[in-house]
């Protein structure tokens, strides 16, 4: 069975740094497209951040210059760097990820999710 483990949330200031990771484990599988995103009281799930298997990456508006999206294939694991973060980035930031399993099967899956909270 597929799953995505994350890790890296916390508490941290204004200013202050995260890097967030996302494992696929399981049987072997192929991972496509994986992403990072959040969700907060108040608004609907946004994306964040997305990258192809080949490494094409995109950004929400809100965090280009700050955020940087990267994989590891090979460990079939995605980070999230997050750098400069400013209380508005306070959510819960969920894993995302498109996955071909060894039968053959695409099927979307997602993390638990972890919270990033940014408040001094």
């Known amino acids: 069975q597929v799953q995505l483990v994350e890790s890296g949330g916390g508490l941290v200031q204004p200013g202050g740094s995260l890097r967030l990771s996302c494992a696929a484990t399981g049987s072997p599988f192929r991972v496509n497209d994986m992403g990072w995103y959040r969700r907060t009281p108040g608004n609907q799930r946004e994306l964040v951040a997305s990258i192809s298997t080949g490494g094409d990456t995109y950004y929400a508006d809100s965090v280009k210059g700050r955020f940087t999206i990267s994989r590891d294939n090979a460990q079939k694991t995605a980070y999230l760097q997050m750098n400069g973060l400013k209380p508005e980035d306070t959510a819960v930031y969920s894993c995302?990820?498109?996955?071909?399993?060894?039968?053959?099967?695409?099927?979307?899956?997602w993390g638990q999710g972890t919270q990033v909270t940014v408040s001094s």
């Open positions: 995302n990820a498109d996955v071909i399993t060894d039968y053959g099967t695409r099927a979307v899956y």
